[in-house]
């Protein structure tokens, strides 16, 4: 019997240990920035401006403005958990394609942008993004596309303003969801400082919502956005459930071409 309680005490003891290093470290586990030399010098195929904003905390968001001179408006293009503004050459090129301007930043800690990281200070980032917007372009001419982990900033931004559309790409429930999907022996409702609700935030949504998400996803199940959608209220939605795609380069497949010529005409 004393055997048998000192295992479970050391189990006990490993397992409080693996929860600390969890709640201590879920930045380094959630966030994978991308950092770039101030100096350099971003190289896209379409005319653009690198622009920054400066927020109330200190913060210092990087951002680049690509200008097509479109009539139809602009995508306000918020990223995945990794990577930079660099590596986003693809994603102007797919919307420029469809004739719109493009907005897109990096969060706090990625590429260039500086600023200490928390859920309340990216959305307070994304705010002053559409704020710019609206200093460019009328709200009806602004769409706000999310991908990954840029789903749950843009459903929150999305809920808050009167843009045109939503577009999430791979979206997740929520983070906390996810957190549970990843590390189900783990009390995430416990440990999670970031939470990014997506599920509530759609609830409150005034455009119509496009979703994308591949059926092999093995990073955020595709489940995820049905149960994302079907919290979604009314009929303007629409969900493109793309065979044989996992979670990267949905650009890809034919149902997302088309999808997008559905939600970018």
Same mark, same amino acid.
């Given at each position: 019997?004393?055997? +048998? ?51 109330? /905390?200190?913060? #210092? ?5 690509? #200008? ?7 995508? +306000? ?47 307070? /980032? ?6 710019? @917007? ?21 459903? @929150? +931004? ?9 577009? +999430? ?19 995430? /409702? ?50 493109? @459930? ?20 559905? @939600?970018?005409?």
């Amino acid at each position: 019997m004393k055997r +048998l309680k000192k295992i479970l005490l050391l189990i006990g003891i490993l397992y409080i240990g693996i929860a600390a290093l969890a709640y201590f470290n879920q930045e380094k586990l959630v966030f994978m920035p991308s950092k770039m030399p101030m100096n350099h010098v971003y190289d896209f195929c379409q005319p653009f401006e690198e622009f920054w904003l400066n927020a109330p /905390d200190g913060g #210092k968001i990087n951002a680049i403005h690509i #200008k097509n001179n479109s009539t139809k408006g602009v995508v +306000l293009y918020f990223h995945g958990n990794a990577g930079n503004l660099s590596h986003l050459g693809h994603v102007a090129n797919m919307i420029s394609k469809k004739e719109y301007d493009i907005i897109m930043i990096d969060y706090r800690t990625f590429g260039k942008s500086s600023g200490t990281l928390t859920e309340e200070a990216i959305y307070a /980032d994304s705010d002053l993004v559409y704020t710019y @917007a609206l200093d460019n372009y009328s709200e009806d001419k602004i769409v706000v596309y999310g991908r990954s982990f840029g789903t749950g900033v843009a459903s @929150a +931004l999305a809920s808050k303003n009167k843009p045109c559309k939503l577009i +999430l790409e791979s979206p997740f429930y929520s983070a906390v969801s996810l957190g549970k999907h990843r590390f189900p022996f783990l009390p995430i /409702d416990w440990l999670s400082k970031f939470r990014f609700p997506s599920n509530e935030y759609v609830k409150n949504l005034s455009c119509p919502v496009y979703i994308f998400h591949g059926k092999e996803d093995r990073v955020i199940p595709f489940s995820s956005s049905k149960k994302l959608y079907e919290e979604i209220n009314g009929t303007n939605k629409m969900f493109f @459930a793309i065979e044989n795609a996992g979670h990267n380069y949905l650009q890809d497949y034919e149902t997302f071409k088309q999808g997008l010529s559905n @939600a970018l005409p």
